[in-house]
């Protein structure tokens, strides 16, 4: 393809570190479907004649089908999808098959496959992250007034409901959509006729090309446009905090369905048995969703060092852009599926949260509030108060709302039989109605419109 200036052909050594073709082959949708749109504009602006225009389209489509029905061959002396590709054009067409390059570099070529193949990524990625959506809000729908302890420090806090604490991953994956979508939004820019880095003297139509891919725009400077790869990273960083997400969640399900906990069971077809402890089933799923995160944080800090050096425009380091992302596309996608999977099948023990809530003086602040709201007392003297409260029932091993009347006014005159009413873990969680509280109607408010979003009803 460039050997016109070269007396020697390349060693061994430089043919494997040069082929990208064993991963880039994963592009041949998206190289296809630029190169046709490309020669439909060189025809349509007179650059090529309509019938080599045709020869090269049908020629494409062979192509296509042949690398659908076989695979993407793997020849390291064609480099890459772009070379294996023309190459085999010629084979089939002839001569004409060397018009599909004018006005064109693999430079703008690369770019534009990437930036379609990162799209459909995207969007694959917002399908599946909706499809966990849905899985936490059925549950939560489900689970608005189970009871369970809310955590500070992974310390007893206060009661929640389970509800509210699956919606919290809803509203963690609705931020995860739209920063997927910010990022579509700055990818979705057409490179092609940018050509090796300075644009191109041939009467192009950029419009053409950008409308037939399905962008808004054309790019707006060659050497940006074939040394930018923004988009890549913006999917890396999108993806990197998804996959947090997805970790912090997997991390939730392995404290729950350890032993001490016992809040849930996960589904057998996500779990694991162990070899030698007949009695182990083990959370592998989830472990590995959480390990995945840190590979996936690793892809975007990979494509990142790789870039930060690189002067304008193209640099060869640039076809390492390529397996960070793939990888990462791969490794989200499965994560993804995986969570949705444990939410879906987990058997949540409602039980043993509520027993857990009771434990712990997660209603302390509420004694405490109480005591502000009924007897008027300052905020910080009823946080004393309540203190002494727990002291006591800490030192008889009771619940608070097991001490007797006399026993919690000996602490404070001030409190009357009323208390016992705002002791009780529903009372805690119900009087919590603020917006975006835990009290059960606000968390079924929550869902109806989590569901509205998601054209669930
Ligand atoms: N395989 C190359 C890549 O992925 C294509 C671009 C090659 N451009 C060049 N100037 N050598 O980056």
């Known amino acids: 393809m460039w050997g016109g200036r070269f007396a020697d052909g390349p060693s061994a050594i430089m043919r494997e570190i040069n082929a990208s073709i064993p991963f880039d082959k994963a592009l041949w949708r998206q190289d296809i479907a630029a190169s046709k749109a490309h020669v439909a504009m060189l025809a349509a602006c007179d650059i090529v004649s309509d019938g080599d225009a045709e020869a090269i389209i049908g020629g494409l489509d062979t192509i296509a089908s042949e690398y659908e029905a076989d695979g993407v061959p793997e020849d390291w002396d064609l480099e890459d999808i772009h070379m294996t590709t023309e190459s085999r054009l010629a084979e089939l067409i002839g001569p004409a098959a060397g018009r599909l390059h004018t006005a064109r570099s693999?430079?703008?070529?690369?770019?534009?496959?990437?930036?379609?193949?990162?799209?459909?990524?995207?969007?694959?990625?917002?399908?599946?992250?909706?499809?966990?959506?849905?899985?936490?809000?059925?549950?939560?729908?489900?689970?608005?007034?189970?009871?369970?302890?809310?955590?500070?420090?992974?310390?007893?806090a206060q009661p929640v409901t389970l509800g509210h604490h699956l919606m919290a991953y809803y509203e963690m994956a609705q931020r995860d959509i739209s920063r997927f979508a910010d990022a579509r939004h700055r990818l979705n820019q057409c490179p092609l006729g940018s050509a090796a880095l300075a644009g191109t003297g041939f009467p192009i139509d950029r419009e053409m090309t950008t409308q037939a891919l399905g962008f808004d725009a054309p790019t707006a400077n060659s050497l940006d446009a074939v040394s930018d790869r923004d988009f890549a990273l913006d999917y890396l960083q999108a993806a990197a905090q998804c996959s947090l997400h997805l970790s912090r969640l997997a991390e939730e399900f392995v404290i729950w369905a350890s032993q001490p906990?016992?809040?849930?069971?996960?589904?057998?077809?996500?779990?694991?048995?162990?070899?030698?402890?007949?009695?182990?089933?083990?959370?592998?799923a989830a472990e590995l969703v959480r390990g995945h995160a840190g590979r996936i944080i690793g892809c975007l800090t990979s494509l990142m060092v790789t870039m930060k050096g690189l002067p304008l425009a193209y640099s060869k380091d640039m076809q390492d852009d390529k397996p960070p992302v793939f990888e990462a596309a791969g490794l989200l996608g499965l994560s993804i599926a995986a969570m949705t999977g444990m939410v879906e099948g987990a058997a949540f023990n409602t039980g043993r949260m509520r027993q857990a809530a009771e434990l712990g003086y997660a209603t302390a602040t509420d004694l405490a509030d109480w005591l502000v709201r009924e007897a008027d007392i300052p905020f910080r003297e009823a946080h004393h108060i309540t203190g002494a409260a727990v002291k006591l029932a800490e030192s008889k091993g009771v619940a608070l709302e097991a001490l007797s009347l006399e026993e919690l006014q000996a602490i404070d005159t001030r409190i009357d039989e009323r208390v016992y009413g705002a002791l009780s873990v529903e009372a805690s969680v119900a009087a919590r109605a603020s917006h975006g509280g835990t009290a059960p109607a606000e968390v079924r408010k929550r869902v109806a419109e989590a569901r509205e979003r998601l054209g669930m009803d």
């Open 106 to 156: 693999r430079n703008d070529q690369v770019a534009t496959d990437f930036r379609l193949w990162v799209r459909d990524a995207i969007d694959q990625a917002v399908a599946a992250v909706e499809a966990l959506q849905r899985a936490l809000v059925t549950r939560a729908d489900e689970h608005a007034d189970s009871i369970m302890p809310g955590f500070t420090h992974l310390q007893t």
């Open 261 to 284: 906990f016992g809040f849930v069971r996960m589904p057998d077809a996500l779990s694991t048995g162990s070899s030698i402890m007949p009695q182990k089933k083990n959370p592998d």
